[in-house]
């Protein structure tokens, strides 16, 4: 049963992935916007002189508007889960301390977290960063039980995948324009248009707001301007409204020619066709586009088009660049920010006709001087606005899409067991009835671990298993002086108990032995037999352990029985003669209804401890031999329901590739079962 918490960290998972999305990909548009941003945060340490601040800022938002978007994507998709959570959490407790700081210190008018896309206060970030960080722990918490949409072999495909996507992503959002503009001065805009009725609105506002005071007779009264009183009355003070006092114009465009008069009016009221070049400094322009620049300069003027600069350069940089690149084109004077406001390139062209912006581009994009002449006449038709950018980052941005989806049907395709159905069509010959074979993940301590350490381990592995959907048994395989405490322990959790060993006699005069019936008396439901270790160190032989498995079934214990071959057996050829011999000497002399609850165990003894696995293929081939003997010995449907279990150097990177396999049913684990970190991602290949 999904419980409760379990949904709490699901539903944490989407929203806080879907804002680190949607945040990530806001910002990730407009790069230079991010990196402006992260430098008037850093205003108070980063001096914007510093020929290498810029630097800094750009590279801080590369690595964050990344950082976020995948974070995001990899929450979402569900990998690298616990790196991922811890990451968020870091993240939003960084960003609440930094919305702290904004609202008392107030460093920057906007947060920028959505880009320009849109505007926060300094609370509402606070309040949204406040929410998002217990959101993060939720899922941290329960990182590891979250579902995911890719296995552990096909996650850094998909990491890999997100890297580049969103850094080309960025790349191409830098050195061209961003995708969508979402500042003011986008292509389209009728700038003249707006400015008037902005400033409308502006002197709408200022006469409905602003009230004169006068007094008489020692009485102060508020009077609109439109009713203004009679000379009886004495004016005392103009009464403004304070937040139109802090009134920032959208568009604050404010050119002046060279002797600093006024010439936006002169530019937005010319019908015909305007050029832009602009640079917030020459000294910091790229010199890549020269030649096309000067081509465009004389054509323009050829054509009857006006040209000019416009920067907020000193009059050395002006003349720097005059001198390195021959430009002779008249230059305008504007703060450097409603500059970078209206084009993130450096330079950049923006194209005005009667007062509208028809065209803007980065200099990487502007038209070669073959091109130029095309160009400038394309400008001249009176409905010519210039299409969207290239679409290449849209297609990135769809095959994303396509890869989420897949992911999503895969994972409802696993749900619905179409995977299963559709491997039996394809591997496996016999019907197979899942309902009766149990798939079970096995630990087999073995002679480790303190009656502490044995307690702390199922306390751990019982609270990670409470919040999962679990599609494996659970069992724990541990030394005989832990088994009535662990039982206990495990009491009432999935995790099913085993003894590792039981004596070969009933009861009686054997110092140091265990009984079967002392076994269950602790609480354990199960006991490992005929292991290659005890078969190879402590002389089992097959007569021992059919006397042992009799007298584990006798006292209700179900035997996970072990076979499997040497190294010089395998290398021979012999393992499946080996496999069989083994089973004929012992659990073959069992009744049908006795060996139908018998687990077995297959671990070729090379594979044991060695690091050495058994390939899918090895295990498949050798499982199907095994059942195909007990086919032979008890019939097809024992043979069905018989579960067989892989061992031998199984770990969380070969267990979903082993157990994917038709006739492997989960595992015996021996190295990977001494911490709870290790063995829970063997039982969640089970999924
Ligand atoms: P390892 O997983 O350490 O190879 O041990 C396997 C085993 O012997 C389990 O019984």
Redesign the pocket.
Known sequence: MISLRLIAAETARVLTGVVLIVSGLLKAIDPVGSALKIGEYLAPILDERWAWSGMISLTLSFVLCAGEFLLGAFLLMGIYRKLSARLSVAFFAGMTFISLYSLFADPVSDCGCFGDAIHLTHFETLLKNIVLLPLSYLVLRDARSLRHLFSRRERWLVAVLAVVGIVVFMVQNYRHLPLVDFRPYRVGTDLRAEMAREDSTLQAGLLATTRYIYERGGQEQAFTPEAIPDSSWRFVKVQEDATLAKYKAKYDFTPMDSLGNPFAEELLADPGVTLLLLAPHWNRASEGSIDEISELYTQSLSMGYRFYGLTASSAQEIADWRYLTGASYPMLLMDATPIRTMIRAYPGLVVLRGGKIIDKRSFTDFPTVEEVSRYLHHLREPNYIAPAPSLACTYLLLAWGALLILGFLRFWARKLHLTLYLKKRIHYPYKRKRSMRKNIVAG?W?MNKTLQEGTAFISELKSALSVKTLHCDVII?APFIHLATVASLAEGSPIGIAAENCADKAEGAYTGEVSAAMVASTGARYV?LG???RRAYYGEDNAILTEKVRLALANGLTPIF?IGEVKEEREAGKHFQVVEEQLAGTVFSLSPEDFSKVIL?Y?PVW?????LTASSAQAQEIHAHIRQLIVKKYGETIADDCTILY?????ASNAEELFAQPDVDG???????LSVEKFLPIIEAFH
Not at 607 to 611: E, K, L, P, Q, S
Not at 647 to 651: A, D, L, P, R
């Open positions: 087999n073995k395989g490992i292991h290659s270790e072990c165990a671990e594979a044991i401890g060695t690091g061992g031998g150097s199984c770990n595992g015996l684990i021996g190295g990977a079962s």
